[in-house]
T-cell receptor
C-alpha cells in the first residue's frame, strides 16, 4: 500500500495564482484532514472530512476550499495564493472513528508564494 | 489560549540516558491523546497513543493524568536515532474534528 500520497512535493506560486494540492489514500480511510505547518506555530487544521461528500472547516480555513467526491481523494484548493500561505501542507487520514486511532500523514507539499 | 503546550527545548541528552517530556492541555473534554515523532523536514509519524492506565512500547512509556490535564512521555536508554521533535496531540471530540497539536519538543541525543 502506498498510504497517503501528496502531490506535488514542492511548488512555487505567484501571488494571486490558484492551484490544487492533491491528496490520495489507498487504505479506504473515512477520515481525512489537511494541516499546515509553519515555524513556531505547530500544525494547524485547515479542513477535514469524515466521509465522501462531507467536509468541514478547521482552525484556519480562509483562502482554502476542499471537496470529497470519493473516499480516496481529498484535494485542497488555494483560490488566490497569498504570501501568508507559504507553508508546508500535510494531508492525513485514518479509518476508525474510535478515539484512540491516530492519523497517517502524507509526506507533505512545500509551498512558496512569492 | 494555547490548547496544547509543550516545552520546546531543545533537550540535549547523552546517549543511554532517560529523558521525559510533559505536555499540558487546556480542554478537559479532550478524549484521546497521542505522541507523534517528527524528523526534520518529514511528516509526523504516530509514536504511540496514550491511555488512561498508562502504556509502554519498548523503551517508550506514556502516561495520562486527566485530573491535572497533562500527558508525559518517557524514553529509556535513549539512542542517537531518537533525536527528533516530539509532538503532543489531543483529539477533542473523538474523531470528528481532527487533532490539536502542540508545537513540539526538540530532543537531541548526543554520543
Amino acid at each position: 500500500n502506498a498510504g497517503v500520497t501528496q502531490t506535488p512535493k514542492f511548488q512555487v506560486l505567484k501571488t494571486g495564482q490558484s492551484m490544487t494540492l492533491q491528496c490520495a489514500q489507498d487504505m479506504n480511510h473515512e477520515y481525512m484532514s489537511w494541516y499546515r505547518q509553519d515555524p513556531g506555530m505547530g500544525l494547524r487544521l485547515i479542513h477535514y472530512s469524515v466521509g465522501a461528500g462531507i467536509t468541514d472547516q478547521g482552525e484556519v480555513p480562509n483562502g482554502y476550499n476542499v471537496s470529497r467526491s470519493t473516499t480516496e481523494d481529498f484535494p485542497l484548493r488555494l483560490l488566490s495564493a497569498a504570501p501568508s500561505q507559504t507553508s508546508v501542507y500535510f494531508c492525513a487520514s485514518r479509518n476508525s472513528p474510535l478515539a484512540n486511532y491516530g492519523y497517517t500523514f502524507g509526506s507533505g507539499t512545500r509551498l512558496t508564494v512569492v | 489560549r494555547k490548547e496544547v503546550e509543550q516545552d520546546p527545548g531543545p533537550f540535549n541528552v547523552p546517549e543511554g540516558a532517560t529523558v521525559a517530556f510533559n505536555c499540558t492541555y487546556s480542554n478537559s473534554a479532550s478524549q484521546s491523546f497521542f505522541w507523534y515523532r517528527q524528523d526534520c523536514r518529514k511528516e509526523p509519524k504516530l509514536l504511540m497513543s496514550v491511555y488512561s492506565s498508562g502504556n509502554e512500547d519498548g523503551r517508550f512509556t506514556a502516561q495520562l493524568n486527566r485530573a491535572s490535564q497533562y500527558i508525559s512521555l518517557l524514553i529509556r536508554d535513549s539512542k542517537l536515532s531518537d533525536s527528533a521533535t516530539y509532538l503532543c496531540v489531543v483529539n477533542l471530540l473523538g474523531g470528528a474534528d481532527g487533532l490539536t497539536f502542540g508545537k513540539g519538543t526538540h530532543l537531541i541525543i548526543q554520543p
